[in-house]
Antibody
Framework: LQLQESAPGPVKPSETLSLTCTVS??????????WGWIRQTPGKGLEWLGS???????FYNPSLKSRLTTSIDTSKNQFFMQLTSVTAADTAVYFC??????????????WGKGTTVTVSS | QSVLTQPPSASGTPGQRVTISCSGS????????VYWYLQVPGAAPRLLIY???QRPSGVSDRFSGSKSGTLASLAISGLRSEDEADYVC???????????FGGGTTVTVL
């Protein structure tokens, strides 16, 4: 399984950041998997943003819940995130990630290479 | 700051054994399995250890994981130059209701 994040265009403060993750080497329709987003900054390290199950159930980091939306299109083998009202604090490397269900939680099994997002006017 | 605490760096000479710690709390490591990832700049992070001490197929047995209470550890034995990378721990967290991560430990081979 491989994941590839899209490269976003320039993002200005107050705008919406949109990212796409394209999945290859496997079907998004099989299994109990969670398709999610994680970002990394030098100051805060790795931060889980949110994940979506193939049935559409979403799980968000409470700190971003009001600004983050995730969606999935299994027919295209893609999933998406939108982060509204971005600020410089949202500047980070964004990873898409594949999570596997285990007991009452899921863990991250496969990551994309990451895409750098810079929020600047 | 990261929820899980790791030392920022660790080092050793070729052939040595290096151990990296990962400290958490009762809401994460104390309750759930720990996972370790290897991160090389420009590459996708790779799962190294799952469920505290299990190695995915293809991961060298030089890597081993353990956990006791709210503290987990990753050991690298027979250190090699290609082991130079960042190592990150993770666990599910009840407060976040999602995975939390350590700040990462940069391993240097002297």
């Amino acid at each position: 399984l491989q994941l590839q994040e899209s490269a976003p265009g320039p993002v200005k403060p107050s705008e919406t950041l949109s990212l796409t993750c394209t999945v290859s080497g496997g079907s998004m329709n099989s299994g109990s998997y969670y398709w999610g987003w994680i970002r990394q900054t030098p100051g805060k390290g790795l931060e889980w943003l949110g994940s979506i199950h193939k049935d559409g159930n979403t799980f968000y980091n409470p700190s971003l819940k009001s600004r983050l939306t995730t969606s999935i299109d299994t027919s295209k083998n893609q999933f998406f995130m939108q982060l509204t009202s971005v600020t410089a604090a949202d500047t980070a490397v964004y990873f898409c990630a594949f999570g596997i269900s285990y007991s009452s939680y899921f863990y991250i099994d496969v990551w994309g290479k990451g895409t750098t997002v810079t929020v600047s006017s | 700051q990261s929820v899980l605490t790791q030392p920022p760096s660790a080092s050793g000479t070729p052939g040595q054994r290096v151990t990296i710690s990962c400290s958490g709390s009762s809401s994460n490591i104390g309750k759930y399995f720990v996972y370790w990832y290897l991160q090389v700049p420009g590459a996708a992070p790779r799962l190294l250890i799952y469920r505290n001490d299990q190695r995915p197929s293809g991961v060298s047995d030089r890597f081993s994981g353990s956990k006791s209470g709210t503290l987990a550890s990753l050991a690298i034995s027979g250190l090699r130059s290609e082991d130079e990378a960042d190592y990150v721990c993770a666990a599910w967290d009840d407060n976040l209701r999602g995975p939390v991560f350590g700040g990462g430990t940069t391993v240097t081979v002297l």
